[in-house]
């Protein structure tokens, strides 16, 4: 497929950053099944079209092909403008190696476009589109569910049903921090999400000169937070760009997250 030009010009100018892997730990107290480590990998924020260099997504893939998941989480926003920018890549994501499953949540910019068409080819390839439902993991981490709510501010949440029924250890994907308003004070262990892309551009500290839509989003724009009732909030910057080709102090990245568990009893 030919690279589109505002993709191009930022490869050529240099401005192509290349997706890292942030790492974290999560301890608790319950335990998960048989085993005693979740390994989750996550992305979000692919942003596949015009302005997001085909390289930037390469490598995220690499990345999260190389991160020896049980599952793999996908945050949303696939694509910017035209849902078929998801063709290729819903086929290569579908390809990267999660034990237990792959899983995904749409973004806006997928509301935005064309939410059927995006969900549809998730399905098709193999993902599983968590829309305000949840689904208990097998052993050996028979006691973990993965809870998927609906975009705050482009689609139709609803906390309640999002983890009806669910496991007592509960693993939250969402596209954006705003969600935790739908979930309200309901409890999770560890909520996993993007949207903010850290500001994309921001100040040499990480500060954003512009803040994504989202009431949560300035407070929550990067990074790792204890939110209430002893819940854990890891927010990552994502993959791609949105608007222009440019990152500033705010590069892209991709996530594991090994959620420890107690033993259980001989």
Not at 47 to 53: D, E, F, L, S, Y
Not at 118 to 125: E, Y
Request: net charge positive; aromatic share 4%.
């Amino acid at each position: 497929m030919p690279v589109p030009w505002p993709a191009r010009l930022a490869e050529r100018l240099g401005l192509a950053t290349l997706p890292c892997v942030e790492h974290h730990e999560v301890r608790l107290a319950r335990p998960l099944g048989r085993s005693t480590r979740l390994r989750i990998a996550f992305a979000s924020d692919f942003h596949a079209g015009p302005v997001t260099p085909p390289r930037v997504i390469d490598e995220a893939i690499k990345l999260l092909a190389q991160a020896d998941a049980d599952v793999l989480l996908l945050g949303g926003d696939f694509v910017s403008l035209r849902a078929r920018y998801a063709v290729d890549l819903v086929t290569r994501l579908a390809t990267i190696p999660a034990r237990l499953g792959r899983y995904a949540v749409l973004g806006n910019h997928d509301h935005w476009v064309d939410a059927a068409r995006i969900a549809d080819l998730l399905r098709r390839a193999g993902i599983d589109v968590l829309t305000n439902r949840n689904v208990r993991l097998p052993e050996p981490f028979g006691n973990v569910s993965i809870c998927g709510i609906d975009d705050h501010e482009s689609g139709e949440p609803d906390g309640a049903a999002t983890v009806a029924g669910a496991a007592a250890v509960r693993v939250l994907l969402m596209h954006a921090p705003s969600g935790l308003l739908d979930i309200g004070d309901r409890s999770f262990d560890v909520a996993l999400c993007g949207h903010t892309h850290g500001g994309q551009i921001a100040l040499p500290r990480g500060r954003p000169l512009v803040v994504a839509n989202g009431r949560l989003t300035r407070q929550y724009n990067a990074g790792r937070f204890m939110v209430e009732h002893e819940r854990t909030l890891i927010v990552s910057r994502g993959v791609g760009c949105s608007g222009m080709p440019i990152r500033l102090n705010a590069p892209p990245a991709v996530m594991t997250c090994d959620v420890h568990g107690a033993a259980t009893a001989p």
